[in-house]
């Protein structure tokens, strides 16, 4: 067994703590993700074929099931509610955190716990959002893959006991790899789990989700083939003259996306005020309201992504492109509200398609000598609305470029992205994913902006005037009478010459001592913090401290410069002047 476990302790310790490991790991959560999406991608496909007949029903119409002819188009108001039966109860049994969109949940499970999310949430996630979405739910596939990647990777790197900081980067790993393979997107995948889910960029974190991204995007394309999800003609730019346009656009789409997460959670608050019921009947009960909206208006079943391309191909008119956009909005904030399971990413595409393909149509009839192509408008929209939902401009413009693979339009798809996300975050700090954490009580940008604090703040900024310093000869009786008065519990010791010998604490002050002890007698050394060190370093030192504080020097040998305990950072961290939270700290 000895001979065995060498090996095996051998191998554990260079996937958690070498750089070649990390990669490692990225592969197989690669590897992971892309099988997954495959897999959420054929579930979804079996459960609206065995409920509709066909494997996309949003173009088909208000027609009837295949199956289910006798029903004719009134199965469409009965669908949600055998949807809502099966996975309500499926959600608020084994993963209530699988229930919405999914996105937050894994931005606060890096934020807040060390990226832990429980595994069985994968497997709950992909079903319920299949029969979600399989059932006439008007969301998308990209929260729940994201979802599932995630906790495939928290799963591996918790099984693996990894530290924190890696067992973050491995729920993006997840993150991008899902979104990869979903999309066909290697890049903006990468790029949506650094700029949402880590919120960070580093080159450690860059090059394993690059990865993991490219890894399960192989994955994926080996088993379904090299397709996009949406398949448009090419459009162009006629001439420069046509950018105020998309800078309009942009502006436009940045209150478009905005009043989409505002409704998305205006009827959200609407449904828990009126219903009082079980959670797990609330789908069920829901679906009568999700049935009457498809009833009224079929293309809302599902995704949608047939009705998008058909949007901005120039099949529909312009009141009709509104009335999509409008019944979008309402059909994805009705199933999230009913307690309903998939993302809102998709949704937000669709959205800006519609409102992005209207706005070409009318611009074209205003500006006739322009020669513009209304579906490019569509193009832009599309990424300028998801932009200022989520305020991820890098995500939303390759995520568009790649899904379309249109070069042509990349330049004012890039004004329309910058124009919508900064009226965006004028108007609110407040992202479609944020937000709804902000509901639930937290606030990662808040963690996020006092980490930041306490990383730019050094002990120098903090630090005050050492405790007076006491002989090596004085006796424990005098010493006594000193630390009752200290700011601190110690006293640095000093001998003849003045030089700095240690630490005199309370505790360490025995009252059974032998008779005749001195200061020198009892010190102890302490660990030492530094002027330069910054205050996230040195809190995790006085983790071990905090009654005592701890010396700071400048070099082994050199005199003491000042003393830190907590409640000297939280003065610092008050005076740069910001609100002081024992969770920041």
Known sequence: MSALAAPARRAHGWLIGTQSGLVGLALIIGAGA???????????????????GRNDFSDAGRVGSLHLPALGPWFLLLAPVVGGLVYGPLVNRFAPEARGHGVPEVMVAVARNGGRIPARVAAVKSLASALCIGTGGSVGREGPIVQIGSALGSSIGQWLRVPDHRLRL????????????????????????????????????????????????????????????????AYSIGSAAEFPLYAALGLLAGVVGWGFARVLYLVEDLCDHVWHGPEWLRPAVGGILLGGVLLALPQMYGVGYPVLENGIAGKYAVGFLLVLMVGKMLATSLTIGIGGSGGVFAPSLFIGGMAGTAFGIAAQALFPGFDLSPGAFGLVGMAAVFAAASQ??????????????????????????????????????????????????????????????????????????????????????????????????????????????????????????????????????????????????????????????????????????????????????????????????
């Open 34 to 52: 892309g099988l997954g999406a495959v897999v959420f991608r054929n579930l979804i496909l079996a459960i609206t074929n065995l409920v509709t």
């Open 170 to 233: 491995m729920v993006a790993c997840g993150a991008a790899g899902g979104i990869s393979a979903t999309f066909n997107a290697p890049i903006a995948g990468v790029f949506f789990a650094l700029e949402i889910i880590l919120r960070a960029f580093s080159a450690e974190a860059f090059g394993v989700v690059v990865i993991s991204s490219v890894t399960a995007d192989v994955v994926a394309r080996a088993i379904v083939g090299n397709d996009h999800i949406i398949e448009l003609p």
């Open 392 to 585: 991820a401009p890098i995500a939303a413009v390759l995520i568009v470029f790649e899904l379309t693979g249109q070069y042509s339009v990349i330049l004012p798809l890039m004004t329309a992205v910058a124009l919508a996300t900064g009226l965006s975050h004028l108007i609110s700090r407040d992202t479609i994913y944020t937000l709804k954490l902000l509901r639930r009580g937290v606030d990662i940008d808040a963690d996020s902006r006092a980490d930041d604090l306490v990383r730019r703040l050094t002990v120098a900024h903090a630090m005050r005037t050492p405790p007076a310093a006491v002989p090596a000869d004085t006796s424990l009786d005098d010493l006594a009478g000193r630390l009752g008065t200290a700011r601190y519990a110690a006293l640095p010791v000093h001998d003849r010459e003045g030089r700095y010998r240690g630490v005199v604490t309370a505790a360490g002050l025995d009252p059974s001592g032998r008779d005749g002890e001195t200061a020198a007698e009892i010190a102890t050394m302490l660990p030492e913090l530094e002027p330069t060190d910054s205050l996230h370093t040195a809190l995790r030192t006085l983790a071990d401290h905090e009654n005592t504080g701890l010396p700071v020097r400048a070099e082994p040998n050199g005199p003491l410069l000042g003393w830190l305990d907590h409640r000297d950072v939280l003065t610092a961290y008050g005076r740069a002047g910001r609100p002081v939270s024992s969770r920041s700290l």
